[in-house]
């Protein structure tokens, strides 16, 4: 059953799928048997998409990636919009993930109306990276809570304007400003007389 789920999950045809199984179980599963499996995992994923959200979330990760998909026989890119909450004891959910023809503001604004459709609620930080489309999105239709930049991305666009000989050490020191409790510590210690940081960086 898994490895029907992946094979699935994974885009192998019909027909494909019963010429593996009955080449490594040494049983053919029926086109009828894999599509009512394969309906099966999809009310399971709907129903996962659709759960209503109880609980606060007051922190909310936003991430999009692209994934090649096939529709009507034709491959395209498209975006995955994912949302992950943190609730008040630490513990991260992924709260939604859906598809998008293209990471705009309209597509984010949806994608997060939705999930406070579904009832989530008490954000108070939202972390992303700084697409605008997405920013504005999260302004619109999260306007109580606080926006960061997300650290890791902010860190990834900062070396894409260094040559790569200075990367490590710009990233070290970057890192370092970052352990910083606040903007008085980290000018406090620049003051100390350290070296662009460099004397206090930890592993």
């Known amino acids: 059953m898994a490895t029907l789920a992946e094979m699935y999950v994974q885009g192998v045809s019909t027909r494909k799928v019963k ?3 009955e080449e490594l179980c040494g049983h053919a599963f ?14 399971s994923l709907a129903a996962f998409a ?6 606060p979330f007051p922190y909310l990760i936003l991430e999009a990636r692209y994934e090649k998909v096939r529709e009507a026989g034709i491959v395209t890119s498209q975006a995955v919009l ?5 609730d008040w004891d630490g513990r991260r959910q992924i709260l939604a993930v859906e598809m998008a023809n293209r990471e705009s503001r309209s597509a984010w604004k949806d994608f997060l109306v939705s999930l406070k459709a579904r009832g989530l609620k008490g954000v108070e930080l939202v972390v992303s990276d700084d697409h605008a489309g ?3 999105a999260i302004g619109e239709a999260i306007p109580e809570a606080a926006w960061q930049r997300c650290y890791v991305h902010f860190l ?8 790569r000989k200075h990367g490590d050490d710009c990233l ?9 409790r606040d903007l ?3 000018k406090a210690d620049l003051a100390a007389g350290l070296p662009n940081g460099r004397a206090a960086i930890r592993a």
């Open 184 to 186: 008085a510590e980290a």
């Open 172 to 180: 070290q020191e970057l890192r370092w400003l970052y352990d910083r």
């Open 82 to 86: 994912i949302a992950v909450g943190i």
């Open 50 to 55: 659709r759960r209503p959200l109880q609980e």
């Open 30 to 43: 029926s086109a009828s048997s894999i599509s009512a499996i394969n309906k099966r995992l999809d009310e």
């Open 134 to 136: 997405l920013v504005a």
């Open 19 to 21: 010429a593996i199984t």
């Open 156 to 163: 990834r666009n900062a070396l894409d304007h260094l040559p």
